[in-house]
């Protein structure tokens, strides 16, 4: 069965700081891969995907992500966080080999962006 | 164009009872998904419906059941609810096929006293 790591359940950063978070899989046949952002109250807002095209991914919001296959990740990336920017956000994926497309969510890390 | 629509928004009901939530997908979506997240945890998925057939299914148990409508709305349906129960219920909406990405509606909030 398919399995998400997200490492650090809480990361904080300063405003206009680099934000990473970090995602990664286990599958011996790379998965589509997903980020998405939860505002409290609210569904979940995909971010970006990948889907077996370029290896670098860009999303909306500034965000990126790159796929690295030799390491089983898909780290999200944005060069300079703002105050809007704090929020949950999932990585999840969906095994190629199913016939639907359900996800598998990470257990999420909560981003906090100081002042 | 309207997303993913999810009703109600919050519900309260106590052990035992049974409840119905639904769910409008976005235009031109075929396939519906449910999924329950716990306060603190990420999405767990419970089913999937494409062509009014449950086509995959998560672990939880059969006191959780589904319907997808000719018009691919869908029901998610819980019965002899437990205290566990209690989750933010979110539908997701597709098109078929395993790359394309699901969007999410706001879910139900549903309390179990």
């Known amino acids: 069965a398919q399995s998400v790591t997200q490492l650090g359940s809480h990361v904080s950063v300063s405003e206009g700081a680099l934000v990473l978070l970090r995602c990664n899989y286990s599958?011996?046949?790379?998965?589509?891969l997903f980020w998405y952002v939860q505002y409290p109250n609210q569904g979940l807002q995909l971010l970006l995907k990948?889907?077996?095209?370029?290896?670098l991914v860009k999303g909306i919001n500034g965000f990126e992500a790159e796929f690295k296959k030799s390491e089983t990740s898909f780290h999200l990336t944005k060069p300079s966080a703002h105050m809007s920017d704090a929020a949950e956000y999932f990585c999840?994926?969906?095994?190629?080999?199913?016939?639907?497309?359900?996800?598998?969510f990470g257990g999420g890390t909560r981003l906090m962006v100081k002042p | 164009d309207a997303g993913v629509t999810q009703s109600p928004t919050h519900l309260i009901k106590t052990r035992g009872q049974q409840v119905t939530l639904r769910c409008s997908p976005k235009?031109?979506?075929?396939?519906v998904s449910w999924y329950q997240q716990a306060l603190g945890q990420g999405p767990q998925f419970i089913f999937q419906?494409?062509?009014?057939?449950?086509?995959q299914r998560g672990n939880f148990p059969d006191r959780f059941s589904g319907h997808q409508f000719p018009n691919y709305s869908s029901e998610l349906n819980v019965n002899a609810l437990l205290l566990g129960d209690s989750a933010l219920y979110l539908c997701?909406?597709?098109?078929?096929?395993?790359?394309?990405?699901?969007?999410f509606g706001d879910g139900t909030r549903l309390s179990i006293l």
């Open positions: 997701a909406s597709s098109l078929t096929g395993t790359d394309q990405p699901q969007h």
């Open positions: 599958s011996s046949v790379p998965p589509y």
């Open positions: 990948y889907t077996s095209a370029a290896t």
């Open positions: 999840a994926v969906s095994d190629k080999n199913n016939a639907g497309n359900m996800l598998t």
């Open positions: 235009s031109g979506h075929d396939t």
């Open positions: 419906y494409y062509e009014e057939e449950e086509r």
